[in-house]
């Protein structure tokens, strides 16, 4: 079955554009477009899509929102979300990530990189846009309202699983942390699935936060 794509962007053209590219893929669909926040969630489940791509400005009801309401509603259990701003301008995105989005990337990316994050998310993982994108989560972590108090510390992984978290922080996928640490793909993904279960996380994009927060990994830190 394909994967049904919600979408979600006020710029006619800019939609236009990801329906053109979607529509090239044999393994996705275009269900629905939506212009503002509302429409967003709205069609989330009317259109019974399989991942909403959401822009965060929109009219109405900001990407935010429509991304924390999607998150919250029982029926869209399925839906995932991911993200997309222009890290620059955008400085909501950790906002995103609380909200329950599963991932995010920055709208200067290749046609090619937008349809493989596509794929990743929909398939059940995280996808976060490593390098400047990372350290402008880093710099708004520093928000009061933080997930510590839901989301476990580092403190009780062991010495490799921290090594994982690091570079998840960083936005590195499983195949590069194997090749990054010497370990197999299935054993990378078998630390990330437990690092998630010690820590209480719902997915990659919590342990970005849980790992900065920490302080194990360090805002511009190479």
Not at 78 to 107: C, M, N, P, Q, W
């Amino acid at each position: 079955m394909p994967i049904r794509v919600l979408l979600a962007d006020d710029q006619t053209l800019v939609r236009a554009s990801f329906a053109m590219l979607v529509a090239s893929a044999g393994d996705m669909e275009v269900v629905a477009e939506a212009g503002t926040g509302r429409q967003a969630v709205d069609l989330a489940r009317s259109a019974r899509a399989d991942l909403v791509v959401m822009d965060i400005r929109m009219p109405d009801l900001d990407g935010i929102e429509a991304t924390r309401l999607i998150a919250a509603d029982e029926d869209l259990a399925g839906v995932k979300v991911l993200v997309l701003t222009t890290y620059d301008s955008d400085e909501h995105i950790v906002d995103a990530l609380r909200a329950g989005a599963s991932g995010f990337l920055v709208k200067d990316i290749r046609p090619a990189e937008l349809l493989d994050a596509i794929r990743t998310v929909a398939a059940g993982d995280s996808l976060l846009s490593p390098g400047p994108t990372s350290r402008l989560i880093a710099r708004f972590l520093r928000a009061p309202d933080t997930l510590m108090s839901a989301v476990g510390g580092p403190d009780g992984l062991s010495e490799r699983e921290r090594q994982v978290l690091t570079l998840v922080a960083r936005g590195f996928n499983n195949t590069e942390i194997a090749e990054a640490l010497g370990l197999s793909p299935l054993t990378a993904k078998t630390h990330v699935s437990r690092i998630m279960g010690k820590l209480g996380a719902r997915d990659r994009a919590q342990l970005v936060i849980v790992a900065y927060e920490s302080g194990l990994v360090i805002p511009g830190a190479v």
